[in-house]
């Protein structure tokens, strides 16, 4: 069982930066895929970063290449989403997951967060 809570969301202007963090309880969080998902208001959940469970290879949706980073240090059991150039259009609640990169690609999770929300003002 892993338990997933996120934290850093907020409110920001157009160009800032937010750092989210999700941290995990268990001793099995070094085992898992993890992912960053976000919702907006009447959109699907999408998938917009993941790192696989050493960390060596990540993956990025095209819209927040070159401007997001998902990182993780497993001695924390923490998973974090750098966010820089924000637009209006990351508005949206953020959530966490765990899994393995396949499912989590195609929007599958074992375990998930509550969410985070993070609104860009134009």
């Known amino acids: 069982q892993v338990q997933l809570v996120e934290s850093g969301g907020g409110l920001v202007q157009a160009g800032g930066s937010l750092r989210l963090s999700c941290a995990a309880s268990?001793?099995?969080?070094?085992?898992?895929?993890m992912g960053w998902f976000r919702q907006a208001p009447g959109k699907e959940r999408n998938l917009v970063a993941a790192?696989?469970?050493?960390?060596?290879?990540?993956y990025y949706t095209d819209s927040v290449k070159g401007r997001f980073t998902i990182s993780r240090d497993n001695g924390k059991n923490t998973v974090y989403l750098q966010m820089k150039s924000l637009k209006p259009e990351d508005t949206a609640v953020y959530y966490c997951?765990?899994?393995?990169?396949?499912?989590?690609?195609?929007?599958?999770?074992?375990?998930w967060g509550q969410g985070t929300s993070v609104t860009v003002s134009s």
């Open positions: 997951a765990a899994g393995q990169l396949p499912r989590l690609r195609v929007g599958v999770g074992d375990y």
């Open positions: 268990g001793r099995t969080f070094s085992s898992y895929d």
């Open positions: 790192i696989t469970w050493s960390g060596a290879t990540t």
